[in-house]
């Protein structure tokens, strides 16, 4: 993507919420590759669905040409931002910090290129902030920042008024952004802050104090927040956050929770969250316009995004998952694999010892699953053809299962008809 076609990109995708000096902005980035900087708080060891957005937008700017910042909080994590907060977060430990940061680093580097002529920079804040003495930050930053500028900004407005208020470090957070800004536009040649909506008062308090201690002018934007159409967060489940590290969302997961994206928010997130071009944004648009429930856009979304954030391999995996749940083949999968993508399906416990010996008849297997009352039902189910063990059709009613037919370590999927699974759990 050409450096002036930047703005244009970001426009139509939705991605520009609010811009210092949009005409400015543009006469620069024409002028010559530029460096632009995103903040991530280190709150855990893998960012979340939420970061993507920032991810994102670094990205296209180092495809414009650019060089991207990706800034990791050391020293401001250990206060916490008050925007968008209720009441004050609990300080993380230093050991906690490290380890969160070491797991962002790692996630970043998958993300954002760190070779090349506008070779991505990781930095950390910490690394500026830990010989600060109090008495000096205050003298050569806190003589520039007006207390009225921060009264007025609308994150700490809401603070104060409510029952919570606000702790003077948190207060000072503002204070600590402020002066990366500085720090990275002095150091770096950095003259653009990016980040999300909520930002907005920090980015532009940023920008005034490099007005005031460096005597230039930087610009600063932001996007959206990735939200539903109703206004609530996304990347949110009931069993929490969706995370980009595969050990705390898998790949299926991930895969899953794009394939049910509604009809009314699944093009803000191909638009936000993919490099899919606008010729067949414009077609999947279409689709999901004249057959709502086809799901068209969501699946072309879930791969683009389980491919790249977990690679072919996690696609494949994820497919292969999903399609267990269709009747496809149950093969080299584990407990924790089926265990998720059975979550919702009953389970009962039996000692391992039944497989042993002669095996467990098939028709009390699927008795003690809840899938037969009686041993005539589970009978009858067999004869008509109705009756899967790992998704494999059963024909002998005499069949003896044993450990040759664990579909993991201690799972077996039983299944009755197209869609009624229950899984038998062997414990020794």
């Not at 806190?142 to 003077?168: C, D, I, Q, T």
């Not at 990347?235 to 049910?260: C, H, I, M």
């Not at 998952?321 to 998720?340: P, Q, R, Y």
Request: proline share 2%; charged share 25%.
């Amino acid at each position: 993507m050409p450096e002036n076609d930047l703005i244009q990109e970001l426009r139509w995708r939705g991605l520009i919420h609010q811009v210092t000096d949009e005409a400015g902005l543009q006469k620069l980035l024409d002028s010559q590759p530029q460096t632009v900087y995103i903040g991530f708080d280190p709150t855990a060891t893998s960012l979340h669905v939420g970061s993507m957005m920032q991810l994102m937008l670094l990205r296209r700017f180092q495809q414009a040409g650019h060089r991207p910042i990706a800034l990791v909080g050391g020293a401001t994590g250990m206060i916490g931002d008050p925007t968008g907060k209720s009441e004050e977060r609990n300080l993380l430990s230093t050991e906690q910090l490290q380890r969160n940061i070491a797991g962002i680093e790692t996630q970043m580097r998958r993300f954002l290129c760190f070779e090349g002529d506008n070779a991505a920079i990781l930095l950390n804040n910490f690394d500026w902030m830990k010989n600060y003495s109090y008495l000096e930050f205050l003298r050569d930053v806190g003589k520039n920042f007006p207390v009225g500028v921060m009264m007025g900004k609308e994150s700490v407005r809401a603070r104060l008024g409510s029952e919570a208020g606000l702790s003077y470090t948190e207060f000072s957070y503002m204070l600590l952004q402020a002066y990366d800004f500085v720090h990275l536009c002095r150091e770096h040649g950095c003259m653009i802050q990016a980040g999300g909506s909520d930002q907005w008062g920090n980015v532009t308090a940023g920008i005034d104090l490099a007005r005031r201690m460096l005597g230039k002018q930087v610009f600063g934007m932001t996007a959206p927040l990735l939200t539903t159409s109703d206004g609530r967060k996304m990347g949110k489940t009931e069993s929490g956050a969706v995370w980009l590290d595969r050990e705390r969302t898998s790949p299926y997961a991930f895969y899953q929770y794009w394939l049910n994206v509604g009809d009314e928010d699944v093009m803000k997130c191909i638009a936000y969250l993919t490099e899919i071009e606008r010729e067949e944004y414009d077609s999947l648009a279409e689709v999901t316009a004249s057959d709502p429930g086809r799901n068209t856009a969501q699946k072309r979304l879930a791969e683009w995004m389980t491919q790249f954030v977990h690679g072919e391999d996690g696609l494949n995996s994820a497919l292969k998952a999903s399609k267990t749940l269709f009747g496809g083949e149950i093969d080299a999968m584990d407990d924790a694999m089926l265990n998720e993508i059975f979550a919702d399906v009953p389970s009962q416990e039996l000692a391992r010892d039944v497989l042993a010996g002669e095996g467990l008849w098939v028709v009390e297997a699927l008795q003690q699953a809840g899938l037969a009352k009686s041993g005539g039902e589970a009978r009858r189910t067999i004869k008509e053809g109705g009756a899967y063990i790992n998704n494999q059709r059963v024909t002998d009613m005499d069949r003896r299962l044993g450990e040759s037919d664990l579909a993991s370590e201690t799972v077996m999927v039983l299944r009755k008809g197209r869609k009624n699974y229950a899984l038998l759990r062997f414990t020794s």
